[in-house]
T-cell receptor, first 113, second 111 residues
Framework: SAVISQKPSRDICQRGTSLTIQCQVD?????MFWYRQQPGQSLTLIAT?????????ESGFVIDKFPISRPNLTFSTLTVSNMSPEDSSIYLC??????????FGPGTRLTVT | QQQVKQSPQSLIVQKGGISIINCAYE??????FPWYQQFPGKGPALLIA?????SEKKEGRFTISFNKSAKQFSLHIMDSQPGDSATYFC??????????FGAGTRLTVKP
């Protein structure tokens, strides 16, 4: 498995602002993923971020709204831009160390007022 | 994105009983089927997983049953304990990517 940390753990932001969420892994991994989990709901994949290539976004998610960086094999960031109350969610990063498994970080709880 | 259907939405079981959660999928390209356990305020934790070349996998009190022809799989929790109370998600993925999650089942184990 892998140990994953996320910063911040939670934040309250005003609409129209942006927040960058960091994901750090304790080992080098090829594949990193970003998910959104709305309160009491399931997980929805936002994008796949592989080092050395552009992030691949799922339908309904666009780079202008959720820009992602993947500068090396242990780190990634997700920015939630021009936030609205509808962006209030838990944002989770996960990693695929090389097999089929995905391991999740603790999540970032975002509230937009 | 919901390509995996999960039931029931919530489940209440007495301590010592068997908890059963079911999932169904449509995409025959899926080749990996994990179950995740999530406690409030935490990220999902990988519990157990199965590949489609086996029909059952057991790890401790947790068992996955897999029916490839019916495109269904289920999680059985034997001797359920209050500490098992959590939300459980089934998922499916293919090509080591693109994991799709079920809607989740909130399990409550009463002492």
């Amino acid at each position: 498995s892998a140990v994953i940390s996320q910063k911040p753990s939670r934040d309250i932001c005003q609409r129209g602002t942006s927040l960058t969420i960091q994901c750090q892994v304790d080992s080098q991994v090829t594949m990193m993923f970003w998910y959104r989990q709305q309160p009491g709901q399931s997980l929805t994949l936002i994008a796949t971020a592989n080092q050395g290539s552009e992030a691949t976004y799922e339908s309904g998610f666009v780079i202008d709204k959720f820009p992602i960086s993947r500068p090396n094999l242990t780190f990634s960031t997700l920015t939630v831009s021009n936030m609205s109350p509808e962006d209030s969610s838990i944002y989770l990063c996960s990693v695929g160390p090389g097999g089929y498994e995905q391991y999740f970080g603790p999540g970032t709880r975002l509230t937009v007022t | 994105q919901q390509q995996v259907k999960q039931s029931p939405q919530s489940l209440i079981v007495q301590k010592g009983g068997i908890s059963i959660i079911n999932c169904a999928y449509e995409n025959t390209a899926f080749d990996y089927f994990p179950w995740y356990q999530q406690f409030p305020g935490k990220g999902p934790a990988l519990l157990i997983a199965i590949r489609p070349d086996v029909s059952e996998k057991k790890e401790g009190r947790f068992t996955i049953s897999f029916n490839k022809s019916a495109k269904q799989f289920s999680l059985h929790i034997m001797d359920s304990q209050p500490g098992d109370s959590a939300t459980y998600f089934c998922a499916a993925s293919y090509n080591n990517n693109d994991m799709r999650f079920g809607a989740g089942t909130r399990l409550t184990v009463k002492p």
